[in-house]
């Protein structure tokens, strides 16, 4: 039986091929939107999801209060883990680790110059000082080595499979006594191999390739002042702490018992009472941006959205089905009206219509898994790294299937039940009109879609307009033509002579094609920052502010167009002697008039100029109090103002600066950086949003133009004669597609009234995340409906002008 069902499916689609096309394309893109969103949800949802008894895990991070505004933290100060694990009780283990990286890492060869490996950019923080500790609460399995051991002495370093293949092109014990050579910013450490890891075969947030020693930096002072280890109020991004809590321990309460143990370290000189201290579940550790440490953070909200994106899609692909199969519901009549005449049972005729469903779902979902991998290679940076089509796992082909056999009852369930319902004898005079009000849903169902597709092109446009926004908004400097460049690291620990780069910054300022030159240690924007607190005593009393510090030179203002708006420039100093600060701190500390703050006196230096508020972080964020000074020790980026000679100017002036480079920094690489990249850069994210938005819209248009172009192609079928008629009678082609056209037209625009609302709604919640935005004009809904009705009316207008045209003998001949 299941044979004959199966033959008689494939004869029904391939007897029906425009519909039977129409609906693979439909399913085959909703499956395959629906697959790649599955694989980014479920990769991001699994992060640390393999650590043991994960519920009773946290990360200790720090929180703070200056004025009215609230800072995070991911990290403590130094001091704390060591004194959680013997002060209080509550925890069953405390790992402290320090995150950085070696830039340089030397591995020594007998009679040969040694290998040298440069940190990757983008693995900033691949490296872990720990202990035996950290693996009890994160396990990982050992090739060579152990835990308690290989973690214990000065100079001990735990390598991952990966890394130990970089560097010694093996990945075996055998490793295990080599040397290696880690240069970090100022100091070199002399490391040998005590263990061996396998590399994690699922995401982490702590997926570390090297882990050195603490003992490494408890032994030495210099390494400890460093970190800050005897310095209770200093805190440290990099400095971080996991805890697992015994059962019945309440987090909150372990919370408020840190805060008070630090409390009573910290020098009675200090401030109480602004610093708190949160235990973060380790399962939001990835999810939380407030705490995010340099590693990739997702959005729990995003992914939920992109979820029902993901479904909506798939719907929509399975009312093109049950659209299509409803209106061919007459033409199978006399078939149904036959077999039910020979015994077929309601159950047997719907089982029948589920197969043939289930038969096309599967050639769809073939389809798909190509369409898939085309997008995931289309989409790009936009894609996490490590998300794949990975066919060796289990889950894929669960999800596969479980798609499969749901879009086959979506899209099957309710045709069967329409044809399964036809009487024999209605069904074999072919008096089935419409049978189950189907031509109502189908209606509804148009609508629907387009709903759907109409608030995706509202929020592409939207989207688009603000990030365009966001990208030339004047953020209070200039940023064309300006070069970036950062001295090398290694320079650092090479011995470098303090004034190699500022020579280098002589010899790039007297090049022709280069109008000025300025050292900083960051750029406007887009570079680090650093914040202190600083005080003003005024006539209503002292005033704490967290302040936004950037070291420059002389020519920095100039060079970047920013505007003094009172007082002067900053004289040159090897120390910080004064301060230029913008508007918003000098507002802050109780000036209304910003230039009245030229001359007094902010944390015991002298204010002596007042720059226009610029932005130093995105647009999502306010401006917040700053402060310049000149500290020239810390002047380790080049900033270089080009003269505008166009793009092979700029080639040739970039090709003699180079030059210059190697002649300084002969061992490191030359990486220029447009500074208009690095703004473009901040919005990356939005810029992401954008091209999903643009894509689903482009999948969600598709969609629902092949299921309208199908209901226009079966009503001018079903409507052929009546066009004869009209034809005979004197109508023309014009009456006759808005005949076949207005209908469908009326639909769309109630599509577009339901849908501009809930657009409006879902991008007004979007942009409550900026604090610069763009408003949401009338005229974008009026331009999306206009595209909308634009898009259906070339989707109609083909068929309905072929059905115009067709000769009324050849329509009308069966009579």
């Known amino acids: 039986m299941l044979k004959s069902y199966l033959k008689i499916a494939i004869r029904n689609l391939g007897r029906n091929r425009l519909t039977t096309a129409l609906n693979v394309a439909g399913l085959s893109v909703g499956v395959a939107a629906c697959l790649v969103i599955y694989l980014i949800v479920q990769f991001e949802f699994n992060f640390d999801q393999h650590v043991p008894n994960s519920g009773q895990v946290y990360r200790l991070v720090s929180k703070f209060k200056f004025g009215d505004d609230f800072y995070h933290n991911p990290g403590l100060s130094a001091p704390i883990p060591a004194a959680v694990r013997t002060e209080l009780t509550g925890t069953k283990a405390v790992a402290a680790f320090h995150t950085g990286s070696f830039q340089v890492v030397e591995v020594p060869r007998p009679g040969a110059e040694p290998l040298r490996f440069r940190a990757p950019e983008k693995e900033h923080e691949w490296l872990a000082t720990t202990d035996g500790n950290f693996f009890s609460i994160l396990p990982r399995k050992w090739l060579a080595g152990s835990p308690a051991t290989s973690l214990s002495k000065p100079g001990q370093v735990v390598l991952t499979e990966r890394q130990a293949r970089l560097y010694f092109g093996d990945a075996s014990p055998a490793v295990v006594g080599r040397q290696l050579i880690g240069q970090q910013y100022r100091d070199t450490l002399a490391l040998t191999v005590s263990g061996l890891i396998k590399d994690l075969d699922a995401p982490s947030n702590f997926d570390f390739q090297a882990f050195v020693a603490l003992a490494t930096v408890t032994t030495s002072k210099k390494r400890q002042d460093n970190l800050g280890f005897t310095e209770w109020n200093n805190t440290n991004s990099s400095s971080q702490c996991l805890l697992t809590l015994t059962p019945g321990t309440d987090p909150k309460r372990l919370g408020e018992q840190i805060i008070k143990m630090v409390e009573r370290h910290m020098p009675a000189s200090e401030e109480k009472g602004n610093r708190w201290f949160i235990l973060q579940p380790l399962a939001n550790v990835h999810f939380d941006a407030d705490y995010a440490s340099g590693s990739h953070v997702a959005h729990r909200p995003t992914l939920l959205i992109l979820g029902l994106v993901g479904g909506f899609l798939l719907l929509l692909a399975c009312i093109n089905f049950i659209n299509m199969a409803t209106a061919q519901s007459t033409q199978r009549a006399k078939e149904i009206g036959v077999r039910k005449s020979l015994g077929s049972g309601r159950w047997q005729l719907m089982f029948q219509f589920l197969g043939e469903t ?458």
């Open 358 to 815: 289930f038969v096309l779902t599967l050639l769809a979902t073939g389809i798909a898994l190509a369409l898939a991998q085309g997008a995931l290679v289309y989409l790009g940076d936009i894609v996490p790294t490590g998300v794949v089509l990975d066919f060796s796992h289990p889950h894929l082909y669960v999800f596969l299937i479980s798609v499969a056999l749901v879009t086959s009852l979506l899209a099957g369930l309710y045709p069967g039940i329409i044809v399964s319902r036809l009487s024999p004898v209605v069904a074999l005079r072919n008096q089935t009109g419409t049978v189950g009000g189907s031509s109502r849903l189908r209606k509804v169902l148009i609508v629907g879609q387009f709903v759907v597709a109409q608030v995706f092109i509202v929020g592409a446009l939207l989207v688009g307009q603000q990030l365009r926004f966001l990208i030339n908004s004047d953020l209070g400097f200039q940023r064309e033509a300006i070069v970036i460049l950062h001295t090398p690291t290694s320079s650092f620990f090479n011995g470098d002579k303090q004034n190699s780069r500022f020579m280098l910054a002589d010899r790039i300022q007297k090049l022709s094609g280069v109008e000025r030159v300025s050292m900083a240690n960051q750029t406007p924007i887009a570079g680090g920052w650093s914040t202190s607190t600083l005080e003003y005593a005024g006539k209503k009393g002292k005033i704490k502010v967290n302040v936004y510090r950037k070291e420059a030179d002389t020519a920095y203002l100039a060079l970047y167009g920013m505007k003094l708006v009172a007082g002067r420039n900053l004289l040159p100093s090897d120390t910080a002697r004064e301060y230029v600060i913008n508007e918003t701190l000098a507002k802050r500390i109780g000036f209304q008039n910003p230039a009245d703050a030229v001359g007094h006196v902010l944390d015991k230096l002298p204010i002596v100029g007042v720059v226009r508020d610029f932005h130093h972080l995105s647009l999502h964020s306010a401006i917040h109090p700053t402060a310049l000074m000149s500290q020239k020790g810390n002047f380790y980026t080049f900033n270089v103002k080009l003269r505008r000679t166009g793009a092979s100017g700029f080639d040739q002036t970039l090709a003699q600066i180079k030059t210059l480079w190697g002649a300084t920094y002969p061992d490191d690489p030359f990486d220029p950086k447009f500074f208009d990249e690095s703004v473009a850069e901040l919005y990356g994210k939005e810029r992401n949003l954008g091209k999903l938005i643009t894509l689903a819209t482009g999948i969600a248009v598709f969609i629902s133009c092949l299921g309208l172009f199908g209901l226009v192609t079966f009503t001018a079928e079903r409507r052929t004669k009546e066009i004869g008629v009209r034809k005979v009678l004197g109508a023309s082609v014009a009456s006759i597609v808005t005949l076949l056209s207005k209908d469908f037209l009326m639909l769309i625009l109630i599509a577009v009234l339901i849908a501009s609302p809930v657009a409006w709604w879902g991008v007004d919640r979007w942009l409550e995340d900026f604090a610069y935005k763009i408003n949401i004009e009338w005229w974008l809904f009026i331009l999306a409906a206009l595209l909308a009705m634009g898009i259906a009316l070339l989707t109609i207008s083909f068929q309905s002008i072929k059905a115009a045209l067709m000769n009324p003998v050849t329509s009308l001949r069966s009579e």
